[in-house]
C-alpha cells in the first residue's frame, strides 16, 4: 500500500511537471510511469506472497526479488527522465 501511495503522489508530480514538456518528453515520462506502476504492483504482490509463505527461506528470497522490481521501478522512472530531458 505504501508504495501505491509513493507510485500515485510521483505520478501527481509528473503529471504537473507535464505541463511544460514536449508531446514525446511527455509520451516518455507517461510511459515509463506506467510500466513502473506495474512493476510496482507486481512487487506488492510478492510481498504478499512473501508473507504467507510457510518457508522462511522462501519468503526471504520472495521479499529480495519484491525489493529488486521496487528498485527497477525507480531506475524506469529514473532513465525516462534523462531520456525525456535529452529529447
Known sequence: MRTLS???AAAGLLAAAACSRSPEEAAVINNADALAA?????ADNMEALAENAADAN????IE????NLEDVAENVR????DVAANL
Open 38 to 42: 506495474e512493476l510496482e504492483a507486481q
Open 58 to 61: 522462501a519468503a526471504a528470497a
Open 64 to 67: 529480495s526479488a519484491s525489493e
Open 6 to 8: 509513493i507510485a500515485l
Open 78 to 81: 529514473d532513465v525516462a527522465e
